[in-house]
């Protein structure tokens, strides 16, 4: 495929030629020069990787500058979760809906039931329940008032989110980029088929990344350092 038909490379092009941004110190400029001047280590960069770099990048110039955040009244989707960002959005209220055809299993039922591989944070334990929805697209595994919701983040969006400002936040988890969500927010679940979304419901605090082909979610966690210390025990 030629590069200029490619829409992503087009809307990177508009998003950097609709941003200001000013020019760094001169003591960040002259480390600059520096690294630039030392032999660069050899690295493979695969297409996913990019992608997430690229995804990653494009989280801080939102968070960044105004002018991103007037840019992206749009959509960010980043390991298998669409982002609404907008100047507001809404909460929602009411007991939220189950997924569609959701049953508790075991943990072993889960693993068998689904075409991912899962994991557990060595942080957490073992979950005091696991459920399996979607005819095996997620396993929601919960801890008191945490929830860790798996899926295969490598095909399509699962989740779909609205939020205002507070934007969301770029963080890196070892070399594995994450998406950092501090505030309570809408969320709402896009069946694999294609059907109707279920219900908005709101969702607490939220870190997204992705682990190998698995997406993940983990809510309830209000302290991004403590979040950052469960997904990194993740095995």
Do not use: C
Not at 106 to 119: C, G, K, M, N, Q
Not at 138 to 160: F, N, P
């Amino acid at each position: 495929m030629n590069s200029s038909d490619d829409p992503l490379e087009a809307e990177l092009r508009a998003l950097g030629e609709s941003l200001h941004v000013p020019p760094p110190p001169e003591a960040m400029a002259g480390r600059v020069l520096t690294a630039l001047r030392e032999p660069a280590p050899k690295r493979r960069f695969t297409t996913k990787r990019l992608v997430a770099v690229v995804a990653a990048v494009l989280v801080v110039l939102v968070a960044a500058t105004p002018q991103g955040r007037a840019a992206v009244a749009g959509v960010l989707r980043f390991a298998g979760v669409e982002i609404e960002v907008g100047g507001s959005a809404p909460v929602p209220s009411g007991s939220p809906s189950p997924l569609p055809s959701e049953t508790g299993a075991a943990l072993a039922e889960a693993r068998s039931a689904v075409a991912f591989p899962l994991v557990v944070p060595a942080a957490l334990g073992e979950p005091d329940q696991v459920r399996v929805a979607d005819g095996g697209q997620v396993v929601s595994m919960y801890w008191d008032a945490i929830r860790l919701d798996q899926y295969d983040g490598s095909l399509r969006e699962v989740w779909h989110k609205e939020l205002g400002e507070p934007f969301p936040q770029q963080l890196w988890l070892g070399t594995t980029s994450g998406v950092w969500i501090p505030q309570q927010h809408g969320v709402e679940y896009l069946p694999v088929g294609g059907g109707a979304p279920v219900s908005l419901r709101l969702a607490g605090p939220t870190l997204i990344w992705q682990h190998g082909r698995v997406g993940l979610r983990l809510e309830g966690v209000p302290d991004v350092e403590e979040a950052k210390r469960i997904a990194a025990s993740v095995r």
